[in-house]
């Protein structure tokens, strides 16, 4: 079945450091992809989406391209901030699964300033 | 607009109780999708609903069911509840374009603790 691997946590990176998050996939059709961040206390917000091949999301300075050659959704930022220490999910859904979206474990990220 | 809504945020409650939870979509979202989050298993599907029936079920037991209203509303009912099934229970909504979900907006969560 289908399903999403992203890099084991927790990531602790200083302010203004550079930040990749690696998500890989494994889907039989063509998904969309997702990374949504959870901040302490909070339910999931949506951050960027791309629903096609070499599809680039893009919000709050963060950015991911839909890699269909290699299966890969990875989530890069410049420059960090404190206020982005949260975690980051990586999710994909597709035709077959409708309504289901189908997550990453999670990664965890702390920024110190 | 206003977001997804659940409620209550919080609930404790004893093994063996049963326990109701709802959720209200964002405006005009017909799709509604329950996830079990707990620190073991990450986030679980649950199941959704899309007018009133329910389109797709997560590998759950039995005693976790819902049900959708008239007005998209949901509720997730879990009965003789567990100690494992403390946890986190998030509510999402989306439309459908075509056959194909949009981009799901989630509610705040419930968080279930179960003594």
């Known amino acids: 079945g289908d399903s999403v691997t992203q890099m084991e946590g927790p990531v602790t990176l200083s302010e203004e450091a550079f930040l990749t998050i690696n998500c890989t996939y494994t889907?039989?059709?063509?998904?969309?992809l997702f990374w949504y961040v959870q901040y302490p206390g909070e339910g999931l917000q949506l951050l960027l989406k791309?629903?096609?091949?070499?599809d680039k999301g893009s919000n709050k300075g963060f950015e991911a391209t839909y890699r269909k050659e290699t299966t890969s959704f990875h989530l890069e930022k410049g420059s960090v901030q404190v206020s982005d220490s949260a975690v980051y999910f990586c999710a994909l859904s597709d035709r077959r699964s409708q309504g289901n979206l189908i997550f990453g474990k999670g990664t965890k990220l702390s920024v110190k300033p | 607009k206003a977001g997804v809504t659940q409620t209550p945020r919080y609930l404790i409650k004893t093994r063996g109780q049963q326990v109701t939870l709802s959720c209200s979509p964002i405006?005009?979202?017909?799709?509604v999708s329950w996830y079990q989050q707990t620190p073991g298993q990450g986030l679980q599907f649950l199941f959704e609903y899309f007018s009133e029936t329910q389109r797709n079920k997560g590998n759950f037991p039995g005693r976790f069911s819902g049900r959708q209203f008239s007005n998209s509303r949901s509720e997730m009912n879990v009965s003789t509840l567990e100690l494992g099934d403390s946890a986190l229970y998030l509510c999402?909504?989306?439309?459908?374009?075509?056959?194909?979900?949009?981009?799901?907006?989630f509610g705040q969560g419930t968080r279930l603790t179960v003594v």
């Open positions: 889907a039989t059709g063509y998904p969309s």
């Open positions: 999402a909504s989306s439309e459908l374009q075509g056959r194909r979900n949009t981009e799901a907006f």
């Open positions: 405006s005009g979202h017909r799709s």
């Open positions: 791309a629903t096609k091949a070499d």
